[in-house]
Nanobody, 125 residues
Framework: QVQLVESGGGLVQVGGSLRLSCAAS????????MAWFRQTPGKEREFVVR????????YYADSVKDRFTISMDNAKNTVYLQMNSLKSEDTAVYSC??????????????????WGQGTQVTVSS
């Protein structure tokens, strides 16, 4: 089992920045990649970004490309999401996810076996 704990959400104005963190613990050696998804009320979880542990390969949703940056500290088993130039449409609950032994569609929630509790990000105009 892998446990994920997010932190760093909050309220920010349009154009501002926030940094989210996701700390993994437990059987982290089984994790091939970690991702961030977000969800707003009444909508399905939306893929935001993924990073692979071994080579650091990244995959971004078009909606956040050039504004968000994912990074990983393998020594700390922690993933960071730096969010810049935030827009009101970025408001959502952001959840960290980890896969188990890799494979699958990186953009799909079913690929990820472990999830954090989520952290609220609110961007106000």
């Amino acid at each position: 089992q892998v446990q994920l704990v997010e932190s760093g959400g909050g309220l920010v104005q349009v154009g501002g920045s926030l940094r989210l963190s996701c700390a993994a613990s437990g059987a982290t050696s089984s994790v091939s990649g970690m991702a961030w998804f977000r969800q707003t009320p009444g909508k399905e979880r939306e893929f935001v970004v993924r990073i692979s542990r071994t080579f650091g390969s990244t995959y971004y949703a078009d909606s956040v490309k050039d504004r968000f940056t994912i990074s990983m500290d393998n020594a700390k088993n922690t993933v960071y999401l730096q969010m810049n130039s935030l827009k009101s449409e970025d408001t959502a609950v952001y959840s960290c996810a980890a896969d188990r032994y890799g494979g699958g569609n990186y953009y799909s929630t079913v690929t990820y076996a472990y999830w954090g509790q989520g952290t609220q990000v609110t961007v106000s105009s």
